[in-house]
């Protein structure tokens, strides 16, 4: 912790120099926990920035924030920094409340922004808990990730990492991080799984911390539908194989229920396993095995449907484990998952695989014949993928 209380005022680490501090430490200064009152030690090294730790073992909400070196680090540059653009920034203050301590709490014109720091791995559920909360408390929270990433085309992200990702109309879903080694923010714009763990991007935008507002100001990226569109076929077929190859038919749940309903797994239509940009970011489950539970549930069996057939037979495979949402603690999933299924019908209704009626149903433009040779199913890549480009390109 950075703050302690000295001759009944507080004290802040990160305004004063090392000598300073040294000093204050030989004049035998009493520090005390501004939340628990109890002693503090202030700790001065060589390789850590100076902070307060307490000597005692009772219990204090913030003795279970176990800071790291780099999450003190990383508060004392965002304080700095957002000091220069607001007037009221507090570092660990009590939100009595909600009765939980931001690492920043940034107070503007009655409108209060609070800044958590996340450097360990902790259940996305205490995220969703605090930021739950601050929003009660009329509070907006941001939480900033510096866990180190493992950069690449694709992007490996954890099941914890993910929980950072976000969505907003101009970058899509994305991923905002800060190195404090570098000082500098990088944010990886639309977001799209070809994997559980694996992301495509646009090109990543670096925001060095002397430049960094709130909100964060930013041109929008170009999209990175080409780069994804590119892969997608050879992901697909990826997936594909890797389900022959190491799955059975009697383990997998989802192969067996393929082969029950007679359909040939390899020669599934290409318009099942579509990329559903941007909206698909939202499922865990591969968009083929999702895809397929609609054109198996709804499509096949009713010669006319509605959006809230699809969406009521989504929710039951959602609701029965068959589908899995990623947990993405920052973002409301209810209405994503809405225009995930719209967005899905509008696609086969561009290819021309489904055909609107009057009202609000829909109806197969043609009954799905499956190829009896690979040949065949060739010609049916040949007919629909360059349409499929072309309307993605499009969009």
């Not at 939980?100 to 609070?114: F, M, N, V």
Request: proline share 7%; aromatic share 12%.
């Amino acid at each position: 912790m950075l703050t302690a209380i000295m001759d009944h005022q507080h004290f802040t680490a990160i305004h004063h120099s090392k000598e300073e501090l040294l000093n204050l430490r030989k004049s035998l200064k009493t520090f005390t926990c501004p939340h628990c009152s109890s002693p503090l030690i202030l700790k001065i090294g060589n390789i850590k920035i100076p902070h307060f730790a307490h000597t005692s073992k009772l219990p204090c909400i913030l003795e279970t924030k176990k800071e790291t070196p780099d999450h003190i680090w990383s508060k004392a540059l965002l304080y700095k920094r957002l000091s220069q653009l607001f007037q009221d920034v507090k570092l660990e203050h009590f939100v009595k409340e909600v009765q939980q301590i931001p690492d920043l709490l940034i107070t503007e014109r009655g409108y209060r922004i609070a800044i958590e720091i996340q450097c360990s791995t902790i259940p996305l559920s205490e995220i969703k808990e605090r930021t739950e909360g601050f929003r009660k408390g009329n509070i907006h929270p941001i939480w900033i990730l510096t866990q180190p990433l493992t950069i690449g085309t694709p992007l490996k992200l954890t099941s914890f990492q993910q929980g950072f990702i976000r969505f907003s109309e101009e970058l899509h879903f994305y991923l905002l991080h800060f190195d404090p080694s570098n000082e500098s923010f990088t944010i990886f714009p639309h977001l799209t799984p070809v994997s559980t763990n694996s992301f495509f991007f646009s090109k990543e935008i670096e925001i060095p911390l002397d430049t960094f507002t709130i909100p964060v100001s930013i041109l929008p990226p170009d999209q990175a539908n080409s780069l994804f569109l590119k892969n997608w076929k050879r992901y697909r077929e990826k997936w594909i194989n890797n389900k022959i190859q190491f799955s059975s038919a009697r383990r997998d749940p989802f192969l067996s229920e393929v082969y029950r309903e007679g359909d040939t797994f390899l020669y599934l239509p290409l318009f099942i396993g579509l990329p559903v940009i941007p909206h698909m970011t939202l499922i865990k489950t591969h968009p083929l095995q999702w895809q397929y539970y609609i054109w198996k549930d709804v499509l096949k069996k009713s010669p006319y449907f509605t959006r809230e057939m699809i969406y009521s037979a989504f929710m039951r495979r959602l609701e029965n484990g068959s589908i899995e949402t990623r947990n993405f603690p920052l973002h409301s999933t209810g209405s994503s998952i809405k225009t995930l299924i719209n967005d899905y019908l509008c696609l086969l209704e561009k290819l021309e695989i489904i055909q609107k009626k009057r009202g609000k149903g829909y109806k197969l433009t043609a009954k799905w014949i499956c190829p009896k040779t690979f040949i065949d199913y060739q010609q049916h890549e040949h007919d629909l993928f360059p349409k499929l480009k072309h309307i993605l390109k499009k969009d």
